[in-house]
């Protein structure tokens, strides 16, 4: 937040409980009492998050299901168009800031969800862990497709650098833990093209129409179905899934 709140409401249209990363306070400022806010307009708690902390990461999972007893979704979203907006030239000092808190943060983030969702699978579903990936052209695609310039920010080779991290990492997490019985992998990967991408409201209304389907037919995903990257608009097919019953 704040450039997360048109995604945070998308997904509390859908009829989702939210909380999302906030930016860290300054110390002395109240940052103990600002570490969980909700925002009244639209019921998203706002849960402060130092990207580099592992510490933080797990205060963020226990944050959110003090607000909502429970945590039964993440959804991890590199946003590399935005990334690109913001990003310096690069330089030895970007190198190092890009790792720091566009590399390591998601990793151990994703890891705390997934150690999160073992200890607490009691109800006989899996929880959805979602990597969410959107996508910006790089310097490189400048020369490949010159038609798509002008079209999104370029990423710099340090940001586009770091996607390639988050799409390698959210690969084979998907890999070794999609047979996993607590957990359901996402992967969903997508450019500005696209209506449904372009609109950070609508992304996230059909991320959680699309996991809502999930949950009512009690879907599993094999380790195969996780590894596919989906389309957003994409609808939940049928196959490559474990059965499990209901609630």
């Known amino acids: 937040m704040p450039a997360g709140s048109k995604f945070a409401d998308g997904l ?3 009829g ?6 906030g930016p860290e306070q300054d110390s002395g400022s109240g940052a103990q009492d600002a570490s969980r806010q909700l ?6 708690y706002v849960i402060e998050w130092h990207r580099t902390s592992p510490v933080s990461s797990r205060s963020l999972i226990l944050g959110t299901e003090a607000a909502f007893d429970a945590m039964d979704e993440a959804v991890l979203y590199f946003d590399e168009e935005w990334y690109a907006s913001l990003a310096a030239a690069p330089s030895v000092e970007e190198c190092l800031r890009c790792c720091d808190e566009l590399i390591f943060p998601y990793q151990c983030l994703a890891l705390e969800v997934l150690s999160r969702f073992e200890k607490k699978n009691t109800s006989g579903l899996p929880g959805n862990l979602v990597f969410l990936l959107k996508e910006s052209p790089c310097i490189a ?21 770091a ?4 799409t390698a990492f959210a690969e084979n997490i998907a890999v070794q833990y999609g047979n996993q019985s607590f957990v ?12 449904i991408v372009a609109s950070d409201v609508e992304l996230a209304k059909w ?3 699309y996991l809502q389907a999930v949950e009512d037919n009690a879907q599993k995903f094999s380790a195969k179905k996780s590894l596919g990257w989906l389309k957003p608009g994409a609808k939940p097919s049928s196959g490559n899934f474990f059965s499990f019953g209901k609630r």
């Open 12 to 14: 509390a249209l859908s």
């Open 16 to 21: 989702r409980n939210v909380a999302v990363t």
């Open 39 to 44: 925002d009244t307009a639209s019921g998203t």
């Open 141 to 161: 695609d400048t020369l490949r497709s010159p038609a798509r310039n002008g079209v999104s920010a370029i990423a710099s080779p340090v940001i586009a650098a």
């Open 163 to 166: 996607a390639a991290a988050f």
């Open 184 to 195: 359901n992998i996402l992967l969903v990967r997508g450019d500005r093209s696209t209506d």
């Open 207 to 209: 991320l959680g129409s």
